[in-house]
């Protein structure tokens, strides 16, 4: 275990920490400074349960632990899934003041922390992220949630966790391609604000994807403070929160028109950040030569630049009219005036958008 680093999500009253560091959620002590001696259930998937549940109820002592086990995969991140973890919570007689852990990926995290929003009006909740994404993106920032037929993530609630422990060594099991997909959204942090981060991303390439402890800690303390500066900026997005889309219209038009099943989230949004890099260069913001580093930093790290030829532009446009970052029939866009200088707009000009489309998809 290594001294965990600590970064404050400040929302006033719904303040939180964020530890980051190899062993964080096996520390006894952070668990009694901020679970207390609570009641507690463990929501977990099936994949992660055999891996990290004994552990995890294993640091957590004597307390009484129920543990929730739901089936794995973004299929079932539905209102039924949550009404299971809700079901579970009434049978076991959990009250307002009990707390739950999400123990899992974005889609554990995003059901748990909408079943907290939920239940007897809203409980305490802490994430134990197992995903480099869920670690840099979806454990931080109160957005929780599940999909409808409809679309993805149109069911949802702001609801701020206790407290976000994420811990390096729980990502050693993931999957190469999960710990790429978690990339893209690491990468977004550089493109939206911070250009000398994208230039260590550049030169640490090898050394996250090798899991190297001391890369992932820095690249996942610097990705949540972006996020948590954001979010103490604009919890509920009314403005720049929006900025943390960048790459999510276009990557939510490929997991849209490939049916969320070939695609992984980051995978499409670490596309997405392509597109919107050669779309701010098609509106004449941004030099060429920065589009070259971002394709080259996806290309580095596993990831592609361009949806052809699973994606036709048709299809693409299709999906993006349903996104729903439509206002007032205009979309809105994250595009960028360099790296790290990115910026939301209504106001694009349309060939820009078509180059685009024309271009990057099939
Ligand atoms: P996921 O939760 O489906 O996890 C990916 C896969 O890895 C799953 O099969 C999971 O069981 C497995 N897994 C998780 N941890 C593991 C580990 N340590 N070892 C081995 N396998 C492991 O997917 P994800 O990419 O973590 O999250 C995607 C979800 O997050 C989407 O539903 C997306 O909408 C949501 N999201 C939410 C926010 C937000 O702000 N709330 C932000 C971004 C994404
Ligand atoms: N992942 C986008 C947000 O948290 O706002």
Redesign the pocket.
């Known amino acids: 275990m290594t001294t965990p680093q600590k970064i404050d999500v400040a929302l006033g009253a719904r303040s939180y920490p964020i530890l980051i560091g190899d062993g964080v959620a096996r520390n006894a002590a952070h668990w009694a400074e901020w679970a207390g001696t609570r009641k507690l259930a463990i929501v977990t ?4 349960a055999p ?2 549940a004994d552990a995890l109820e294993q640091t957590l002592g004597d307390r009484q632990v129920l543990r929730i086990v739901l089936p ?3 299929v079932h ?1 539905t209102l039924d899934g949550v009404a299971r973890i809700i079901d579970a919570l009434v049978a076991n007689r959990f009250g307002r003041d009990d707390l739950l852990i999400a123990l ?7 059901m748990t ?1 909408f079943a907290a929003a939920c239940y007897q009006r809203g409980m305490d909740f802490i994430q134990v ?6 670690q840099v ?9 599940v ?1 409808h037929p409809g679309g ?2 149109l069911i ?1 609630a702001f609801h701020q966790p206790r407290a976000v422990f994420a811990d390096t060594a ?6 190469p391609r ?1 710990l790429r ?2 990339l893209a ?1 690491v990468i977004k942090y550089g493109l939206i604000c911070d250009a000398e981060f994208f230039a260590w991303l550049e030169a640490h390439a090898d050394e996250l994807l090798a899991l190297q402890p001391a890369a992932l800690a820095h690249a996942i303390r610097r990705s949540c403070e972006i996020k948590a500066e954001i979010v103490a900026r604009d919890e509920h997005e009314r403005g720049d929160r929006a900025l ?1 889309n960048l790459g999510h219209t276009f990557g939510h038009a490929i997991e849209t028109a490939t049916g969320y099943a070939s695609w ?3 995978e499409a949004v670490g596309a997405g950040l392509a597109m919107a890099a050669r779309m701010s260069m098609h509106a004449g913001w941004m030099a060429e030569a920065d589009v070259t580093r971002i394709e080259r930093l996806l290309h580095a790290v596993g990831l592609r630049a361009s949806a052809a030829p699973e994606v036709d532009a048709a299809a693409a446009r299709a999906a993006m009219n349903l996104d729903k970052k439509v206002q007032r029939g205009r979309l809105r866009f994250i595009l960028m005036r360099g790296i790290g200088r990115a910026f939301v707009t209504a106001d694009w000009p349309p060939e820009a958008l078509e180059r685009t489309l024309v271009a990057q998809f099939g």
């Not at 729980?170 to 999957?175: M, N």
């Open positions: 998937n099936t994949v992660v891996l990290y794995d995969g973004e991140k899992g990926g974005g889609v554990v995290g995003d922390g992220p197992t995903t480099l994404l869920a993106d979806s454990s931080v920032g109160g957005k929780t949630g999909n993805k993530n949802g729980l990502l050693r099991t993931l999957p999960e997909a978690g959204e943390l992984l989230h980051g």
